[in-house]
């Protein structure tokens, strides 16, 4: 990881199903890491940095969680997400 992608919250290796709305169009992912500051979720599709995003899922702890945010990376196995509020969930 270079300079660049250090994260400021730790996450947690996971794979935890996520329903995930970018434009108005739903998809399905797995979460492959979780912090308290975003996510890494394995999926397929037209996404771009700065796109909003809404999502909806068991946490580890196996709670309902709606969070929101942007994508903040793209690549081939999938995007990261940085959470409008680090920290909050509902």
């Not at 912090?35 to 394995?42: L, R, T």
């Not at 196995?77 to 509902?90: E, T």
């Amino acid at each position: 990881m270079t300079a660049k992608w250090k994260r400021e919250y730790v996450r947690l290796s996971v794979n935890i199903l996520v329903e995930f709305v970018v434009q108005n169009r739903v998809y399905q992912g797995w979460i492959k890491d979780i912090g308290e500051g975003g996510m890494f979720i394995d999926a397929n599709g037209p996404f771009s940095i700065g796109q909003d995003i809404s999502m909806i899922y068991l946490s580890p702890r196996g709670l309902r969680e709606k969070r929101t945010g942007k994508i903040s990376r793209t690549i081939s196995q999938g995007i990261g997400v940085k959470f409008s509020l680090p920290g909050y969930s509902r």
